[in-house]
């Protein structure tokens, strides 16, 4: 058991008694701020197949992406049970009736024991929130919402499409219904200071949320982020910069929070900057020796009541 942070690992082993993974899937969606719903060209820093490798090459069926992601598992980590990812772009996003197909399939498999939907704020209706309850009551769900940031200001920079109002909106829909809600953040976004990031992670304690990740922002190949980033507009953070944001943020995140993932894409041919020349492995051993020097942990300042306030954070500048 990590004893500085609440691991998703951790989580899993709490709920089932098997070793379960997650299948990632590209399961054909698009988003609103793609197809001019709420924009055109998607978030600055979008680019699927840097980050989703089921969106690289000819997309394969859901059933086929489940298949192979089972025997990969099982081959090289012995896994027993899996959830299903709805990863790539917004998995929300389609009438009712396809949303329904395309779950039923990833749970037609006997050893898929749970799915995990990836989405944005601004598409989760009511009726698609209903939808989702009906499988949290028969699997294990979660609901990944991509947020990023609290201030709007950041969200309009990064062509998200959507405000923080939506989003706390969202969430207090999908808490009312006891849905299981898992946050996406990403540290470094270009004009964020470190009080804006730790506003965000304020703003998230008190939403009463189950899962976080967190990614370091990093350029991707053919994005308009890399464009940017060519010109000098922007700058991404050295290792040791994201190794205080991160312990900054997890102190403020109650420790019943389970942190699903600490870190952006580390290498790989579309990645253009940060070059940390690190494993994963390293980044994590980095972290947990900053909380000992530190002597602090996930949900520290929660428990001192010096952060996480149950108030959300709002903004005079919105």
């Given at each position: 058991m990590n004893k500085y942070y609440f691991s998703y690992s951790e989580y899993?082993?709490?709920?089932?008694?098997?070793?379960?993974?997650?299948?990632?899937?590209?399961?054909?969606?698009?988003?609103?701020?793609?197809?001019?719903?709420?924009?055109?060209?998607?978030?600055?820093?979008?680019?699927?197949?840097?980050?989703?490798?089921?969106?690289?090459?000819?997309?394969?069926?859901?059933?086929?992406?489940?298949?192979?992601?089972?025997?990969?598992?099982?081959?090289?980590?012995?896994?027993?049970?899996?959830?299903v990812y709805f990863q790539a772009y917004t998995n929300t996003y389609g009438p009712a009736g396809l949303l329904k197909e395309l779950y039923d399939e990833a749970l037609s498999f006997p050893d898929v024991v749970g799915l995990s939907i990836g989405t944005r704020p601004d598409c989760l209706p009511d009726d698609v929130l209903d939808l989702l309850v009906d499988y949290s009551n028969k699997t294990h769900l979660s609901v990944e919402i991509g947020l990023q940031s609290m201030h709007n200001e950041t969200l309009r920079l990064i062509n998200r499409g959507h405000n923080y109002e939506q989003f706390s909106d969202a969430v207090m829909r999908a808490k009312q219904r006891g849905l299981k809600i898992c946050v996406h953040v990403i540290l470094g976004l270009p004009g964020?200071?470190?009080?804006?990031?730790?506003?965000?992670?304020?703003?998230?304690?008190?939403?009463?949320?189950?899962?976080?990740?967190?990614?370091?922002?990093?350029?991707?190949?053919?994005?308009?982020?890399?464009?940017?980033?060519?010109?000098?507009?922007?700058?991404?953070?050295?290792?040791?910069?994201?190794?205080?944001?991160?312990?900054?943020?997890?102190?403020?995140?109650?420790?019943?929070?389970?942190?699903?993932?600490?870190?952006?894409?580390?290498?790989?041919?579309?990645?253009?900057?940060?070059?940390?020349?690190?494993?994963?492995?390293?980044?994590?051993?980095?972290?947990?020796?900053?909380?000992?020097?530190?002597?602090?942990?996930?949900?520290?300042l929660c428990e001192s009541k010096v952060s996480c306030h149950s108030e959300l954070v709002s903004e005079s500048k919105i």
């Open positions: 899993l082993k709490n709920i089932f008694p098997f070793k379960v993974y997650k299948i990632a899937l590209d399961a054909g969606f698009t988003c609103p701020n793609r197809d001019g719903s709420a924009g055109y060209g998607g978030c600055i820093y979008c680019d699927n197949k840097s980050f989703s490798p089921n969106s690289k090459g000819e997309r394969k069926s859901v059933h086929e992406q489940i298949l192979k992601g089972m025997e990969f598992y099982r081959k090289n980590f012995n896994a027993e049970r899996f959830i964020e200071t470190h009080e804006m990031m730790m506003q965000t992670a304020d703003a998230l304690a008190g939403s009463d949320i189950d899962g976080l990740k967190i990614h370091h922002l990093y350029v991707a190949e053919k994005t308009l982020l890399e464009k940017m980033y060519n010109a000098g507009e922007i700058k991404t953070l050295a290792l040791d910069e994201y190794i205080t944001l991160v312990c900054d943020f997890l102190e403020r995140i109650p420790s019943g929070v389970a942190i699903q993932r600490l870190t952006g894409e580390l290498k790989g041919e579309f990645l253009i900057a940060p070059e940390w020349d690190v494993s994963k492995r390293v980044i994590l051993s980095a972290l947990e020796k900053e909380f000992a020097r530190r002597s602090t942990h996930q949900g520290i």
